[in-house]
């Protein structure tokens, strides 16, 4: 059965509607804080992860200071397009207590690779498959990349953000 032109019109419209209220939920998800407020208990300041260059990134030691965590790959575009900006944002604003560290969920020979030719300022954590799960605790249930995750200097969860930072994500969370 061939649809109709006015059945294809509905098709085509029921389609077009339910990607938007997708992508508007989307949207929404991206920078919601309703969990703005949650304490990070020991599940996550006990992480220790190793370094590409050697050594290892202990959680721990972050406490007690504002904190941008940016989940990130090599093989993800908005990943790699987003580092300068976060390596900007972690040199202005490092000598007024904020840390920022990246967990790459790649393999760590990829990682060291991709730094190599484009080094960052932040500390870099190798999370690989534990990151994944990290994500998936920290509300982000698609494991989707990048993923940032911004904690007060209390611990508690100010805001994440699910795709690309932009400019005025960092300005807003500046301000917390």
Request: proline share 7%.
């Amino acid at each position: 059965m061939t649809p109709t032109p006015t059945r294809r019109n509905w098709l085509v419209g029921g389609v077009a509607a339910a990607a938007a209220v997708a992508g508007l939920g989307g949207a929404l998800w991206q920078t919601r804080s309703d969990a703005a407020g949650t304490k990070l208990g020991s599940d996550f300041w006990d992480q220790r992860f190793d370094r590409p260059e050697g050594g290892e990134l202990v959680f721990t030691q972050l406490r007690g200071k504002p904190l941008l965590v940016n989940f990130w790959a090599t093989w993800c575009p908005p990943c790699v397009e987003e580092m300068p900006m976060i390596d900007a944002f972690f040199r202005e604003n490092s000598a007024n207590g904020w840390q920022v560290v990246g967990l790459a969920i790649d393999q760590p020979t990829s990682v060291r690779k991709f730094l190599a030719k484009t080094p960052v300022n932040y500390p870099i954590g190798l999370a690989g498959l534990q990151g994944t799960e990290m994500v998936k605790n920290l509300g982000n249930t698609a494991g989707g990349l990048p993923f940032s995750l911004v904690v007060d200097a209390g611990g508690a969860v100010v805001a994440r953000k699910m795709g690309k930072i932009e400019p005025a994500d960092l300005q807003t969370w500046r301000r917390n």
